[in-house]
């Protein structure tokens, strides 16, 4: 089992994200409404038919929404934003409770308040670009629209740009745990890829998936995605089916591993080496394939810069490294409240052109990604066969640049 300090108490978690939010509505949510042009956002979802944002937005240790939920937030002259929320139970000092269900209905509550605040742009959760900012569900929208009446239904926009904002942009707080997260990650792969875990001849590679995920349940942090271990070896390339899952001296061994904790992601991808008899080191070729994965890193990171899109990134990125001979393929993404989270999609695996629409993205600061891609070389010691290196690892925007946070793969984990 991993024993980490940064697992904290269930109720020292729901305490610390309470405060998160707190702060992020009183700071961060005005200057998004501002940048968006939104006078009034209205969020409104469903009891177990949530919509994606809505859960960022009620505080720990709410689980669900409460039968319907409406919270509204509205812009007002001086730029600070008023929050409301529509619904039976309140959510103590973060939102005002709006509505008394003993003396008008909540589609009457909610006429009313949008008629007395008479905002010009009113922002809704639909986009077909986004799934995050596409939660309105279709008899939410009818009634919303039935609420508001034609005067105040044509005044609706699209809240995406608000949504997306809201999911992406991280606090100094949340900034700061996060490399902690990314150690534990570490901490787990380090692990896995051990003599601990894993003895040659006998361990399988869904030994080591179902290791993986139970230690993650031990120590605190879910799962988002069930974690995946690969293998390549000389004969058995990574562009074919594999013709075994036990894992075998000379296997060059690959992960891919994420959890969500204190409401933030992770997303890694490492690999390391099973010895074979009489080595001491895995073989130079191995070694080389990934340095040339991790100068891939280096040119991605170099051309993540505030403004550009995701596509630009991805081309300004493939043309320096076909320029310099690697053979690149890049699919990276926003890491957040989600693991693949709201943000500028910088490529996917079988979208190396670009990707219309959530490629067309900007870049923010103080945003995290997952820095997602592979790069293929040959090997010569296993006769030129070619090996793809596929790395992941999370990175922060910060102050214009980007930097790892809690450093990168430069070295194979070595299985002796």
């Known amino acids: 089992m991993i024993m980490t300090p940064v697992v904290i108490s269930l109720r020292a978690q729901s305490d610390l994200r309470a405060q998160w939010l707190a702060e992020r509505l009183t700071l961060l949510l005005p200057e998004l409404m501002e940048r968006t042009k939104i006078d009034l956002w209205?969020?409104?979802?469903?009891?177990?038919?949530?919509?994606?944002?809505?859960?960022?937005?009620?505080?720990?240790?709410?689980?669900?929404?409460?039968?319907?939920?409406?919270?509204?937030?509205?812009?007002?002259?001086?730029?600070?934003?008023?929050?409301?929320?529509?619904?039976?139970?309140?959510?103590?000092?973060?939102?005002?409770?709006?509505?008394?269900?003993?003396?008008?209905?909540?589609?009457?509550?909610?006429?009313?308040?949008?008629?007395?605040?008479?905002?010009?742009?009113?922002?809704?959760?639909?986009?077909?670009?986004?799934?995050?900012?596409?939660?309105?569900?279709?008899?939410?929208?009818?009634?919303?629209?039935?609420?508001?009446?034609?005067?105040?239904?044509?005044?609706?926009?699209?809240?995406?740009?608000?949504?997306?904002?809201?999911?992406?942009?991280?606090?100094?707080?949340?900034?700061?745990?996060?490399?902690?997260?990314?150690?534990?990650?570490?901490?787990?792969?380090?692990?896995?890829?051990?003599?601990?875990?894993?003895?040659?001849?006998?361990?399988t590679t869904d030994d080591v998936v179902w290791w993986l995920r139970q230690?993650?349940?031990?120590?605190?942090?879910?799962?988002?995605?069930?974690?995946?271990?690969?293998?390549?070896?000389?004969?058995?390339?990574?562009?074919?089916?594999?013709?075994?899952?036990?894992?075998?001296p000379g296997d060059l061994l690959h992960c891919d591993v994420g959890f969500c904790y204190l409401g933030l992601c992770t997303d890694q991808q490492q690999h390391a080496y099973v010895l074979a008899r009489d080595e001491t080191a895995p073989p130079a070729g191995l070694i080389a394939a990934l340095a040339q994965a991790n100068r891939l890193q280096d040119i991605l990171l170099d051309e993540m810069r505030v403004g550009r899109t995701g596509n630009q990134v991805l081309a300004a990125t493939r043309a320096r490294a076909l320029a310099e001979g690697l053979q690149p393929s890049i699919y990276s993404h926003p890491l957040g409240y989600h693991g693949h989270a709201a943000g500028p999609t910088i490529g996917l695996w079988d979208h190396q052109a670009g990707v219309p629409g959530a490629g067309d993205y900007p870049l923010y600061d103080e945003t995290v990604y997952a820095i997602e891609l592979n790069n293929v070389a040959l090997v010569p010691e296993w006769g030129n066969q070619p090996v793809r290196i596929a790395l992941e690892e999370d990175?922060?925007?910060?102050?214009?640049?980007?930097?790892?946070?809690?450093?990168?793969?430069?070295?194979?984990?070595?299985?002796?």
């Open 42 to 203: 209205v969020v409104t979802a469903r009891e177990y038919n949530e919509d994606p944002v809505i859960m960022t937005l009620l505080p720990a240790p709410a689980m669900n929404a409460r039968r319907r939920t409406i919270l509204l937030f509205a812009r007002r002259s001086d730029g600070t934003v008023e929050r409301l929320t529509l619904d039976r139970y309140g959510y103590g000092d973060l939102y005002r409770q709006a509505w008394n269900p003993d003396t008008e209905s909540q589609d009457d509550c909610l006429a009313r308040l949008i008629a007395e605040y008479d905002p010009q742009r009113i922002g809704m959760n639909i986009s077909q670009t986004f799934a995050f900012a596409d939660g309105l569900t279709y008899t939410e929208y009818q009634r919303l629209c039935a609420a508001l009446g034609p005067r105040y239904a044509e005044r609706c926009v699209s809240a995406e740009a608000l949504v997306i904002g809201w999911l992406e942009r991280r606090i100094p707080a949340e900034l700061a745990v996060y490399p902690e997260l990314v150690a534990l990650g570490h901490q787990i792969i380090a692990a896995a890829f051990s003599r601990a875990v894993i003895t040659p001849g006998v361990t």
């Open 395 to 416: 990175a922060a925007l910060t102050g214009g640049v980007m930097a790892w946070l809690h450093g990168r793969q430069t070295q194979l984990h070595v299985i002796e």
């Open 215 to 248: 230690t993650m349940h031990e120590a605190g942090v879910q799962a988002w995605f069930q974690p995946t271990v690969s293998m390549q070896a000389r004969g058995m390339p990574f562009d074919a089916p594999p013709t075994r899952n036990r894992i075998w």
